[in-house]
């Protein structure tokens, strides 16, 4: 069955960098979008990057513009997000998910998720 | 930048109906897709493009979408239904996934 790991996640200070890794099981990777989601304490889910399925489209919220890459190795079912120059803001549980849409982007298989703690 | 508006909360008896919605300005242009998390989980996809449901949710879970106003409505609720729901759209102008701030379903 379809299977999303992430990992990675950690306590970093601010200014700092981390790079999560997303495993991918079950499917064939390379066929579908994925994309990063996040989530803050107590907040609700606010998307972060996406990347489609060839690698070469890649969106990002505006709030993370220059400071975070998403990247894809479909040789080793794996997603990937660099996070560089952290804000305290940033901090919050980190999903990797699965897009099936070509047209319509939605998540249909989800990780339990990486915790990033942005914190002196 | 397009916004989602859903109310914080919703109450509803057990084997009631609960209707939760999601605003946006001519939302009836958009796909509408609905996600249920229950405390400590990751998001389940209970409805996606506006009114089809996907494989292993209840049919007690519908969708509607037109004007101003997506709607997932839950029927004979039961407390497994309590959760919160994110409605999700793809906004093609920007290349953004938009979410709406989510509504806390309690049962009573």
């Known amino acids: 069955q379809v299977q999303l790991v992430e990992s990675g996640g950690g306590v970093v200070q601010p200014g700092r960098s981390l790079r999560l890794s997303c495993a991918a099981y079950?499917?064939?990777?390379?066929?579908?979008?994925m994309h990063w989601v996040r989530q803050a304490p107590g907040k609700g889910l606010e998307w972060v990057a996406g990347?489609?399925?060839?690698?070469?489209?890649?969106y990002y919220v505006d709030s993370v513009k220059g400071r975070f890459t998403i990247s894809r190795d479909n040789s080793k079912n794996t997603l990937y997000l660099q996070m560089s120059s952290l804000r305290a803001e940033d901090t919050g549980v980190y999903y990797c998910?699965?897009?099936?849409?070509?047209?319509?982007?939605?998540?249909?298989?989800w990780g339990q998720g990486t915790l990033v703690t942005v914190s002196s | 930048s397009y916004v989602l508006t859903q109310p914080p909360s919703v109450s509803v008896a057990p084997g009631q109906t609960a209707k939760i919605t999601c605003g946006g300005n001519?939302?009836?242009?958009?796909?509408v897709h609905w996600l249920q998390q229950k405390p400590g989980q990751a998001p389940v996809l209970v409805m996606h493009?506006?009114?089809d449901r996907p494989s292993g949710i209840p049919k007690r879970f519908s969708g509607s979408n037109s004007g101003n106003t997506a709607t997932l409505t839950i029927s004979r609720v039961g407390a497994g239904d309590e959760a919160d729901y994110y409605c999700?759209?793809?906004?093609?102008?920007?290349?953004?996934?938009?979410f709406g701030g989510g509504t806390k379903l309690t049962v009573l």
């Open positions: 001519n939302i009836e242009i958009y796909t």
């Open positions: 079950g499917f064939n990777f390379s066929n579908y979008a």
């Open positions: 990347v489609w399925y060839d690698g070469i489209n890649i």
């Open positions: 998910a699965r897009d099936p849409s070509r047209s319509s982007a939605h998540f249909d298989n």
């Open positions: 493009y506006d009114s």
């Open positions: 999700q759209v793809w906004d093609s102008s920007d290349h953004h996934v938009v």
